[in-house]
């Protein structure tokens, strides 16, 4: 008997996280290229690690891991709510946005619904939605590749369940500004569930921003995922969470795992909340960086996208495998775009002043020599 045999209908469709060079470990890519030093700009995570109080209150909650951690994380969920201005109800924690996704679809997401997806947006949504067995509906991107409400819009039927958006998007690092969001809101029918992934919320910039949590009370089903492994600067210890209406949280409750949330990384968000200075750090530094990004794409002639997260989405205009491949040569790893059939651009985190100094010397080399 083959495995194929015994796994779920929906197997064809799921795929293993893949593992090419710009996805591995940091001291694999070392290994890999030979180098010892490596910036590595594929992963849009925080260059500054997490502030010494954070490290702190982790360490601390090393000495009591003989015990299970709170299940829902009350003292997070009050201090999120304190933030936002919400009820600590209305919060709910998982093992990193990508998990929170999961549950969403996990919970309402049967097979014959069909979701809506932007075209240009997080893979997760696609492989969530393929989990259920659910039917993608994809939205086509303008030409500016910002999102098409109205197309949007058009592709919901009777048997649309729930529509994924980003915003900040991953991987244009552009947003939906707030009028035509809330103009967006007001059409969506009520039985339709959208959910606001806002992982690089913390970072944007312009004033057309809005976060997705000032109506949540006003659209019944409208859901918004953040995340610590961003601004917060803790990838590694894996902490997201939800935001939505009680109902909405309280159906994800019947299918979250338990003890999804481990002690420690409970311990290091609040310290990390409560580190006011060091998020504001990461910001001064993300627009630093992007503003270096900026000026020495200017003086090349590339095309890029201005980015409210800490990533620059650019046009290289020669096929990205090759600018991927020489980049890497010079240490300096960045994510292409081919898997969205985007054949010459590229992904490019924000990291300290001496990684975008890498990157943009390395970019000024490699197009001047073409
Ligand atoms: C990085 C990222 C996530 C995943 O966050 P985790 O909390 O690390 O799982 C979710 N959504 C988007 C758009 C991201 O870029």
Avoid: W
């Amino acid at each position: 008997m083959n495995v194929n045999n015994i796994v779920r209908k929906v197997y064809p469709k799921l795929t293993p996280y893949k593992c090419e060079l710009a996805d591995l470990p940091v001291d694999e890519i070392k290994a890999v290229l030979g180098k010892e030093t490596v910036y590595k700009l594929s992963f849009n995570e925080s260059p500054l690690g997490p502030s010494p109080k954070v490290i702190q209150a982790m360490t601390d909650s090393l000495y009591d891991l003989n015990l299970y951690p709170s299940s829902a994380g009350d003292s997070i969920m009050k201090k999120i709510a304190e933030i936002e201005g919400i009820s600590p109800e209305q919060v709910i924690l998982s093992n990193g946005a990508d998990e929170m996704i999961i549950l969403i679809a996990q919970t309402f997401l049967e097979p014959e619904d069909e979701v809506i997806i932007p075209k240009l947006s997080f893979i997760q949504y696609l492989a969530a939605t393929n989990l259920m067995g659910a039917t993608p509906v994809f939205s086509e991107m303008k030409k500016d590749l910002s999102y098409d409400l109205e197309d949007i819009l058009s592709r919901i039927t009777s048997k649309t369940k729930a529509i994924f958006l980003c915003n900040p998007n991953n991987p244009t690092g552009t947003i939906i500004p707030k009028t035509a969001l809330v103009k967006f809101l007001s059409n969506i029918p009520d039985h339709i569930m959208v959910v606001i992934d806002e992982a690089y919320q913390e970072y944007a910039v312009s004033p057309e921003f809005e976060s997705g949590v000032r109506y949540i009370n006003q659209h019944k089903f409208l859901f918004v995922v953040r995340t610590f492994s961003k601004a917060y600067s803790l990838a590694g210890a894996r902490l997201g969470y939800g935001i939505g209406t009680m109902n909405v949280i309280d159906a994800i409750n019947h299918v979250r795992p338990p003890f999804n949330v481990n002690a420690v990384v409970q311990a290091g968000a609040l310290a990390s909340l409560e580190d006011i200075e060091h998020i504001q750090e990461a910001k001064a530094l993300n627009n630093q960086g992007k503003e270096m990004m900026y000026e020495v794409l200017e003086s090349l002639g590339l095309p890029y996208l201005k980015s409210d997260t800490n990533f620059v989405y650019i046009d290289t205009k020669v096929d990205s495998s090759v600018i991927f491949q020489k980049l890497a040569e010079y240490g300096v790893i960045v994510r292409t775009l081919k898997g969205y059939g985007l054949d010459t651009s590229i992904r490019v985190s924000v990291g300290k002043h001496e990684e975008v100094l890498a990157f943009v010397n390395s970019l000024k080399k490699i197009i001047t020599q073409a």
